[in-house]
């Protein structure tokens, strides 16, 4: 599965930003699909995650409420909405698929495909 991410790019906090990512190659109605984020020196972390059938989402406690993660199994597409954006919020954002059936417990181990990065930048 190849995933290409897009929509990244600078906004002033309190804004909003929609990160698309395409996936192709594979069965994309199979896997959980994944948004991590990482920031130079630390480690990628996970923000959301939907499950294959779109019926279950989970997000990290730092964006719960502010961030909305969505899928459209027609056009193999994942989404991340991103609503009242922090500098804290500052990162790339990686979409990442997996084979594991659950929106719950996912970390990086998890994974079975990533695609590249989009950086989002938020200014004070």
């Known amino acids: 599965v190849q995933l290409q991410a897009s929509g990244g790019g600078l906004v002033q906090a309190g804004g909003s930003l929609r990160l698309s990512c395409a996936a192709s190659?594979?069965?994309?109605?199979?896997?959980?699909m994944t948004w991590f984020r990482q920031v130079p020196a630390k480690e990628r972390e996970f923000v959301a995650a939907i499950t294959s059938s779109g019926g279950n989402t989970h997000y990290a406690d730092s964006v719960n409420g502010r961030f909305t993660i969505s899928r459209d199994n027609a056009k193999n597409m994942v989404y991340l909405q991103m609503n009242s954006l922090k500098p804290g919020d500052r990162a790339i954002y990686y979409c990442a698929a997996a084979k594991k059936d659950s929106a719950y417990e996912i970390d990086w181990y998890d994974i079975n495909y990533w695609g590249q990065g989009t950086l989002v930048t938020v200014s004070s």
């Open positions: 190659g594979g069965t994309f109605s199979g896997y959980t």
